[in-house]
């Protein structure tokens, strides 16, 4: 089945630093969803991508969607204290009318002030 | 706007027990979905909803799982008996769109943290 690999598992960061990470699979995806969850919390969409090559900011974070459809990256720039949560790709896969949504397994950011 | 309500959000059992969770989505939301999120993992869709009508469970273990939206709205997710596998937070989520489209703007809740002793 299709699987995604996010990498790293975890950083630990000095606030005022950027940050990348990044999604990586063997199957290709229509859309590519970043998520942030904090604990005790759902997920909350960050940002989606839905073309491949695509580049899309929201404010201090910054996406892509990889020109092979198979990966996709999230960078923050000058990272703050409140920016510490779990990041989760998500790739989003299209068969008739329905989509297949499969997430990745995260990445925990801590962010030392 | 309210957000997506769940209950409760702990919950204590033995294996061989029954549980149910409950979830009321975004007024309007046409499609609700239930995740499966074992800790240190990405949620794992166990069904999608839209209205009242099932649309993908896949993924749903129907030997011990069920689920139902009533009137399309409220939506409870149950388990019996439950074994310790099924420890994990069982997030509900729901979109005001319907079709593939939908998972392009999904609200999640808190969820419901179960444990299975």
């Known amino acids: 089945g299709q699987q995604l690999n996010q990498s790293p598992q975890s950083m630990f960061i000095q606030e005022g630093e950027d940050v990348s990470m990044n999604c990586t699979s063997s199957s290709i995806f229509n859309t590519w969803l970043w998520y942030k969850q904090e604990p005790g919390e759902g997920p909350v969409l960050l940002i989606a991508?839905?073309?491949?090559?695509e580049l899309t900011s929201n404010g201090r974070l910054t996406a892509q969607f990889g020109i092979t459809r198979k990966d996709s990256f999230l960078n923050i720039s000058a990272s703050i204290p409140s920016d510490v949560g779990i990041y989760f790709c998500a790739g989003l896969s299209y068969g008739g009318s329905q989509g297949n949504l499969i997430f990745g397994k995260g990445t925990k950011l801590s962010v030392k002030p | 706007e309210a957000g997506v309500a769940q209950s409760p959000r702990y919950k204590i059992i033995e294996k061989r027990q029954s549980v149910a969770f409950w979830c009321n989505p975004i007024?309007?939301?046409?499609?609700l979905y239930w995740y499966q999120q074992i800790l240190g993992q990405g949620p794992k869709l166990l069904i999608q909803f839209q209205n009242n009508g099932v649309v993908d469970d896949s993924q749903l273990p129907k030997d011990r799982f069920s689920a139902e939206r009533l009137k399309g709205v409220d939506s409870t997710l149950k388990i019996q008996p439950a074994k310790l596998e099924d420890s994990a937070v069982y997030l509900c989520a729901s979109s005001p769109w319907t079709s593939r489209f939908s998972y392009n703007e999904q609200f999640f809740g808190p969820g419901t943290r179960l444990t299975v002793l």
């Open positions: 007024s309007g939301h046409a499609t």
């Open positions: 991508l839905y073309k491949a090559g």
